[in-house]
């Protein structure tokens, strides 16, 4: 197992990294392009609906994205479409503080379904919109999510007593969430001090939190931090109440493509909301 995650993980690093770094902006439209789709093909497969089968959730939303792609819908206004779909994620996680498992199965397979299409559209705007803020405020947002969920792991593993969701994450203890925050913070200090020293083709999420004061720092990167837990136990409660382990097999060793940037649909838009004034 660990040997199929690490070649996984290295295919991916060969297919992503060209795409966040190179200069024009098609390479990364393509890659969320088809991370959109086959993201859509996984949510269709748990929210089944009698009208639109899972190949066609997904080619529907490859439509759309590539829709958007063209005419450049997204690229008008995008810290108010961030705002508008952070205001969709806060209905999701009410839904998950509140409902549960049984309450999200007793929701129809049409509304889940055009649920998951505005969270994979509007994942698709902000990945791109957050691409066009520069490649390293980009990178500087995942890595924050990756350092969260790392920080999570280990700390968890070695401290973690309170969990923090049993029914939807058994998993997921308060100590590794706190861990996971700690860490991001401690990350975000480093990063804000190298990045004084250079010149960035463009300003990471922390360094711009970091000049808006101590307080703006702690905070926003803990909203952040917060965010990302929340995209991961909301797929979770998904995936229990469609009875899936995974979101599918698509990335051996890893799961499916939800699996792996569930902790980023939230966040990304957060980030640019912050970086926009917005909030």
């Given at each position: 197992?660990?040997k199929?995650?690490?070649?996984?993980?290295?295919?991916?690093?060969?297919?992503?990294?060209?795409?966040?770094?190179?200069?024009?902006?098609?390479?990364?439209?393509?890659?969320?392009?088809?991370?959109?789709?086959?993201?859509?093909?996984?949510?269709?497969?748990?929210?089944?609906?009698?009208?639109?089968?899972?190949?066609l959730?997904a080619?529907?939303?490859?439509?759309?994205?590539?829709?958007?792609?063209?005419?450049?819908?997204?690229?008008?206004?995008?810290?108010?479409?961030?705002?508008?779909?952070?205001l969709?994620?806060?209905?999701?996680?009410?839904?998950?503080?509140k409902?549960?498992?049984?309450?999200?199965?007793a929701?129809?397979?049409?509304w889940?379904?055009?649920?998951?299409?505005?969270?994979?559209?509007?994942?698709?705007?902000?990945?791109?919109?957050?691409?066009?803020?520069?490649?390293?405020?980009?990178i500087?947002?995942?890595?924050?999510?990756?350092?969260?969920?790392?920080?999570?792991?280990?700390?968890?593993?070695?401290?973690?007593?309170?969990?923090?969701?049993?029914?939807?994450?058994?998993?997921?203890?308060?100590?590794?969430?706190?861990g996971?925050?700690?860490?991001?913070?401690?990350?975000?200090?480093?990063?804000?001090?190298i990045?004084?020293?250079?010149?960035?083709?463009?300003q990471?999420?922390?360094?711009?939190?970091?000049?808006?004061?101590?307080?703006?720092f702690?905070?926003?990167l803990?909203?952040?931090?917060?965010?990302?837990v929340?995209g991961?136990?909301?797929?979770?409660?998904?995936?229990?109440?469609?009875?899936?382990?995974?979101?599918?097999?698509?990335?051996?060793?890893?799961?499916?493509?939800?699996?792996?940037?569930?902790?980023?649909?939230?966040?990304?838009?957060?980030?640019?909301?912050?970086?926009?004034?917005?909030?």
């Amino acid at each position: 197992m660990l040997k199929q995650r690490v070649i996984t993980a290295l295919v991916l690093l060969l297919i992503c990294l060209p795409a966040l770094t190179t200069q024009s902006a098609w390479p990364f439209l393509a890659l969320t392009w088809i991370m959109s789709t086959l993201a859509a093909w996984e949510w269709a497969r748990m929210n089944t609906s009698t009208f639109l089968k899972p190949p066609l959730f997904a080619l529907l939303t490859l439509a759309l994205c590539a829709l958007d792609g063209f005419f450049a819908w997204s690229g008008f206004h995008a810290e108010f479409q961030a705002l508008g779909l952070i205001l969709v994620w806060l209905v999701f996680f009410a839904m998950v503080l509140k409902w549960g498992i049984e309450g999200w199965s007793a929701v129809s397979g049409g509304w889940r379904q055009l649920m998951g299409l505005i969270m994979l559209l509007g994942a698709w705007a902000s990945f791109n919109a957050a691409k066009v803020e520069g490649t390293h405020f980009l990178i500087s947002v995942l890595v924050l999510v990756w350092t969260a969920d790392i920080g999570a792991y280990f700390v968890g593993k070695a401290f973690g007593k309170t969990k923090l969701a049993p029914i939807v994450s058994p998993g997921k203890s308060r100590e590794g969430a706190l861990g996971g925050l700690v860490l991001v913070l401690l990350l975000g200090l480093i990063w804000a001090q190298i990045e004084s020293l250079s010149s960035p083709e463009s300003q990471s999420i922390y360094a711009f939190l970091w000049h808006k004061g101590p307080v703006h720092f702690v905070l926003g990167l803990s909203a952040l931090v917060a965010c990302s837990v929340l995209g991961d136990l909301f797929e979770s409660l998904v995936k229990r109440s469609a009875g899936f382990k995974d979101s599918s097999q698509l990335l051996p060793g890893h799961g499916g493509v939800l699996d792996r940037i569930d902790a980023l649909l939230p966040t990304v838009p957060l980030a640019l909301l912050l970086v926009h004034g917005v909030l």
